[in-house]
């Protein structure tokens, strides 16, 4: 079983930029597609970016051209860039496989506020 520990997470302005990073416990380069996901308050979870395991991407449609998925096999990890930050991208931000098939990890919360 993979675990899978999210961070880069914080308080940012509109306009502003984060990076996230999904680190695993294991060799994630079988795993054919991870994705971001990300769940606000009182919504459902759900997938803003996904990335194959040889390199295609693809996004939610209010993320795209804004945020950027990337994934570094050898180091089991893998990125969210997030640039253009609006406060509507305020949630809890997750990775897992897609479809989601690992225990869920903490998370890392993104908050856009002025």
């Known amino acids: 079983q993979v675990q899978l520990v999210e961070s880069g997470g914080g308080l940012v302005q509109p306009g502003g930029s984060l990076r996230l990073s999904c680190a695993a416990s294991?060799?994630?380069?079988?795993?054919?597609?991870m994705g971001w996901y990300r769940q606000a308050p009182g919504k459902q979870r759900e997938l803003v970016a996904g990335?194959?395991?040889?390199?295609?991407?693809n996004y939610e449609g209010s993320v795209k051209g804004r945020f950027t998925i990337s994934r570094d096999n050898a180091k089991n990890t893998v990125y969210l860039q997030m640039n253009s930050l609006k406060p509507e991208d305020t949630a809890v931000y997750y990775c897992?496989?897609?479809?989601?098939?690992?225990?869920w990890g903490q998370g890392t919360q993104v908050t856009v506020s002025s």
């Open positions: 897992n496989a897609n479809p989601p098939s690992f225990i």
């Open positions: 294991r060799s994630i380069f079988s795993i054919n597609t």
């Open positions: 990335i194959t395991r040889f390199g295609s991407t």
